[in-house]
Nanobody
C-alpha cells in the first residue's frame, strides 16, 4: 500500500505563487506515474498535471504556461509549482501515484485558496 502526504497549500493573492509537495511512502516500488488533480467548487475532480517516469507529462488546459510539475521517481516525490494564480484555481488539490500492480493512491487533499 502507498501513502501520500501533501504539503504547501494555503492562501495567496491573485497573481501569486504556491508550490505543492507530495511524498510517497510504503510499498512504492511499482510507482511509475505521479501527478496532481484538483476539485474546484462546482466541478468534478480534474487533472492538473501528471508525469510518467521516463516519459510524457500532461497538463490540464488551464495549467499550461502557469503550472509546472517536478517528479523524482527515485525519491518518490512530486512537486507542483503554480504561478500567476487566479481565484478560479481555488480548491482542494490531490496528489496521485499510480503504476503497474498497484491500486492508484491518493493523498488526503490540500486546500489552495486564491483571493482576488
Amino acid at each position: 500500500q502507498v501513502q501520500l502526504v501533501e504539503s504547501g497549500g494555503g492562501l495567496v493573492q491573485a497573481g501569486g505563487s504556491l508550490r505543492l509537495s507530495c511524498f510517497a511512502s510504503g510499498n512504492t516500488g511499482g510507482i511509475d506515474s505521479m501527478g496532481w488533480y484538483r476539485r474546484t467548487p462546482g466541478r468534478q475532480r480534474e487533472l492538473v498535471a501528471r508525469t510518467i517516469s521516463g516519459g510524457q507529462t500532461h497538463y490540464g488546459d488551464f495549467a499550461e504556461a502557469r503550472f509546472s510539475i517536478f517528479a523524482d521517481f527515485i525519491k518518490k516525490t512530486v512537486d507542483l509549482q503554480m504561478n500567476n494564480l487566479r481565484p478560479e484555481d481555488t480548491g482542494v488539490y490531490y496528489c496521485n501515484a499510480d503504476g503497474l500492480h498497484m491500486l492508484p493512491a491518493w493523498g488526503q487533499g490540500i486546500q489552495v485558496t486564491i483571493s482576488s
